[in-house]
């Protein structure tokens, strides 16, 4: 249960955000579902309370702030601008009894395009000193690195593409690189499939197979026989390559270690030089700000299972000698999503959030 020393604590850390020249602003509780739920993270997707609304159609109770402040600030906000809240959010629970369904988030948002390095440092280190009594422990990420490198891959657009769609998701995208890689074998019914498709057409086959059963017309079935047909006749991709993915994934050092090896990866990759320019210059905003490199655990793949709008810098602060919370606060970067509701319009973004009801238990 939110308490009402929770909320206290909240309107203490509002406060601090808005004397760091944030604007406070509301959303509502209730959201529409529909195609905004498809914006954040298979786990939110999953826990979302949603509901039908007779005239609205589908809703739900507001899984997180940070979605409808970027539908507000994109239809009509200044530029630059720093935003902050406070509220509940709403997350079902299915395996864990004791979390929360309902808890405080106290957020700050930045649109500013002049420079992601320093806002990202601002936004790290205001959340890190509103939590500096309880030393939190950070730790980073860097979403920018893994999307430049699957945008660097030599290999077809549809494979790159198929790739970035499930950055987010550890698992698919797994399987994925493994065969695109040629390192698993195509199942025997495929393989005669394709092997028919070779002399036949797509078409015929599919008029052959019988009456259609599933939700998908002649023409996605179609579709979907030729983009299977094209991808055999893809070459696998190179090792070093996908040697170059495995290293991200794997990484895990001081932020101040991170750079040399990414550098070395990029001469595989070229593409990776931006993203790491971008890392580079991040470290130096947030040295600037006091937090040395090497006291900064990175991982560049952190932050992907999180939230799907996550397309750069990640963090978290957790309570130190209580791996069993949450993390206390949690944010990232996602400039992409700006574009994604912003009609024709986008401005780079970062944020995070504090969650005000974890700190009560701590000493
Ligand atoms: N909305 C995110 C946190 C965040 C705010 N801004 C960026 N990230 C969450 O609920 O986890």
Redesign the pocket.
Known sequence: MITAEDRARAADLLAAFVAAGATRVETELLQPAGTLLDLYGED?RARAFTTQDPLAGEAMLR?????P?VQAHMSGGADPARYCYMGE?FRRQEIDEGRPREYL?V???VFDRADPAATDAE?FDLLHRALAPWDPIPALGDLGLLIAAVDGLTTSDKRRAALRRHIWRPVRFRRLMERFAGQTTTPAKRAALLARLATEDAAALIDAAGPAVGLRDGEEIAARLAALAEDVTTPPLSRTEAEVIDALLGMETPLSHALSPIRDLAVDLPGLDVAADRLEARAEALDRRGHAPHTLPFAPARGRS??E??DGF?FTLSARGRPDLPALA?????DALTAVLGQGRSIP?????IRPGLLGGLT
């Open positions: 939110i899984p997180d702030f940070t979605v402040v959010v988030q957020g700050y948002e936004v999180a939230m709008y996550y990640t949690t944010g990232g970067r996602y973004a970062v944020g995070g959030v």
